[in-house]
């Protein structure tokens, strides 16, 4: 029986108290981070309740290692998703992983910059555990659809939420290869959402929709050999 228990505050996605649509939307990043992530060592950052890292190791990643700064959300994950050798969670900061260099295949980490406001250490540390040539998949919210013309975002738990060429640039700054999804297109004459459809697609940013997340998949340089 599960001893910890947590309540649907609006900064984690818990399981069966999430509305559904905002379960949808988180669990179909993890849908789309399966496809590349069959056989690989993953490290999720920010992974909270753990669901997402259960559901990787369901799909076949070989390894999943799941960090979040909240130890409640850290017991509730081991409690309800750990895996004997395919998945374990680890309390830590995002800005301060507890891992070697060149330690992971791919690093996820949905929804978790806009949080930080340390970004760019957050996205060196992502860099820094990647092996060569591995994959950061992030996931952050459109500025252009949730706070356009705002000083801060209206999410209380958000710090900053960037713009997609603004995202771009920033990622580029670490990583290459670089290439953006989006999901949740939002068509912008009345600002209606498309929520038949949660699956991660090509981003769209145009004068009538515009896609509400962006998703980023970036590639660590391999370093030149002489």
């Not at 771009?168 to 999804?181: E, P, Q, S, V």
């Not at 991660?200 to 970036?218: G, K, P, Q, R, T």
Request: proline fraction near 3%.
């Amino acid at each position: 029986m599960c001893r910890t228990d947590m309540e649907f505050t609006g900064e984690r996605v818990v399981p069966g108290k999430t509305p559904q649509t905002i379960y949808d939307e988180h669990i179909y990043r993890y849908i789309f981070a399966a496809s590349l992530a069959e056989n690989k060592v993953v490290l999720d950052v920010a992974c909270g309740t753990g669901y997402g890292v259960g559901y990787l190791a369901d799909k076949g990643s070989s390894e999943v290692v799941g960090v979040d700064i909240s130890m409640e959300a850290v017991g509730y994950a081991r409690e309800r998703f750990s895996k004997d050798n395919k998945a374990s969670f680890i309390c830590a900061d995002a800005i301060r992983l507890p891992f070697l260099d060149n330690a992971f295949d791919i690093v996820v980490s949905f929804e978790t910059i806009e949080h930080i406001r340390q970004y760019r250490k957050f996205l060196a540390e992502c860099r820094r555990v990647l092996k060569d040539g591995g994959l950061l998949i992030c996931s952050t919210p459109n500025r252009r659809i949730f706070s356009p013309n705002l000083a801060k975002p209206i999410n209380t738990f958000h710090v900053k939420e960037f713009w997609p060429e603004e995202f771009y640039r920033l990622l580029r700054r670490y990583f290459a290869d670089m290439t953006l999804y989006g999901q949740c297109d939002v068509k912008l004459e009345d600002n209606s959402v498309d929520r038949a459809n949660y699956y991660v697609h090509d981003f769209n940013d145009d004068e009538l929709i515009s896609s509400a997340y962006i998703i980023a998949v970036a590639k660590k340089q391999t370093k030149s050999r002489a």
